[in-house]
């Protein structure tokens, strides 16, 4: 517990691979830049980046939505998941009740956790998608109906995305609504804003793996397979700490598991092309890095898709299909994308969201909901 009039945050991060707990890294580091005391709440994968990026920091285990991408179908995938996200969701809202009750907090900051909030003090909820874009217009509506309600029961929202014509996402971040009011912070990322020479290059392709499972499993054994035969240097961040499936093993490339962002910026800014998920927070770390990369949505996965057919020549990537996966053309063909150029970030980003959100917050610019 903290005392006195020290204000303290409890910073919740969704589980849904480690995007979440990725993009909320930079906004903790300028809360502890500025003296605020941080609680950690998440679990799984994201927990466990969190745990890495600061060691010794106690993160609260939250109840995880369990959500599988076994089908191709994300209707079926969230309908067999159903119950658990609104169970998730039910026990998130137990949990900050009695958590409360425990501690002495003055804000909640919520990556898409939409449980996590309280009536009682200021509530922010980050996320970055309002709309859907499947192809059954009814479901759509009904998850758009969804995500609007819940993220209206919190005191402000914060959209980690530039508006107007340079945005990233379009219009899946359209907040249509006057209250609660929206902040565009722009992208957000772990990584530095780096330019490395070439000749500080050491590494052919690095692949970043994340996501839920088993699609984060196959994709690893997809990339795999193809490695082994593409001549070079490689690296393989699993995004997990799970034991690697036995189809992976002896590989002839480096692997790691898991990456404090130092470590992680490091290897990315020695690489000559990147393969990842195509999932929002791989976005934004891109425009950081820079580097060139083949993104391949999670099968079923809407927003993937979406943001492959939207981003499609607007940076230097190239996108695949998962079940029509070929490292090796990508690689061969990098000089006929790779020069696409995006807008890349000031990376001061963060601290500019958080200077603001501070002097929000001690001026009682932010009330309770």
């Known amino acids: 517990m903290h005392s006195g009039k020290q204000k303290s945050v409890l910073f919740a991060t969704l589980n849904w691979g480690m995007g979440h707990a990725s993009r909320s890294v930079p906004l903790i580091r300028e809360l502890h830049k500025k003296g605020v005391p941080v609680i950690f709440a998440s679990d799984g994968v994201a927990a466990e980046l969190l745990r890495a990026e600061f060691p010794g920091q106690e993160v609260y285990e939250l109840p995880s939505y369990n959500v599988r991408y076994e089908k191709r179908n994300i209707y079926v995938n969230v309908l067999r998941s159903l119950w658990n996200i609104l169970s998730a969701i039910w026990s998130e809202n137990l949990w900050i009740r009695s958590f409360l009750k425990k501690h002495h907090i003055q804000a909640i900051i919520s990556d898409n956790r939409y449980g996590i909030r309280h009536s009682s003090i200021p509530s922010i909820l980050i996320t970055h998608q309002f709309r859907f874009y499947g192809p059954c217009k009814w479901a759509n509506k009904i998850g758009e109906w969804s995500v609007q309600w819940w993220a209206r029961k919190y005191t402000e929202i914060w959209v980690p995305d530039w508006s107007g014509t340079h945005s990233l996402t379009g219009d899946m971040a359209n907040w249509k609504f006057i209250r609660p009011p929206v ?42 397979n193809q490695l082994e035969n593409i001549p070079g240097n490689h690296v393989v961040i699993r995004g997990t700490n799970e034991h690697p499936h036995p189809d992976v093993d002896n590989p002839s490339y480096i692997r790691f598991d898991l990456l404090a962002a130092e470590e992680l910026n490091r290897l990315v800014g020695q690489s000559y092309m990147q393969i990842s998920r195509s999932g929002y927070s791989t976005v934004m770390d891109l425009t950081y890095s820079g580097i060139p990369a083949l993104m391949i949505p999670t099968p079923g996965q809407i927003e993937q898709e979406f943001l492959m057919v939207y981003l499609k020549d607007r940076g230097p990537w190239v996108f695949q299909m998962q079940d029509k996966l070929d490292i090796m053309a990508a690689w061969q063909t990098r000089d006929q994308w790779s020069n696409t150029k995006t807008i890349r970030p000031s990376g001061n980003e963060a601290n500019i969201a958080i200077t603001s959100f501070l002097k929000r917050w001690t001026t009682g610019q932010i009330r309770s909901i």
């Open 183 to 224: 902040y565009y912070l722009g992208p957000l990322s772990r990584f530095n804003v780096v330019s490395v020479p070439s000749s500080d290059k050491k590494i052919d392709i690095i692949a970043i793996l994340s996501g839920p499972e088993p699609q984060r499993t196959q994709l690893e054994i997809d990339i795999h």
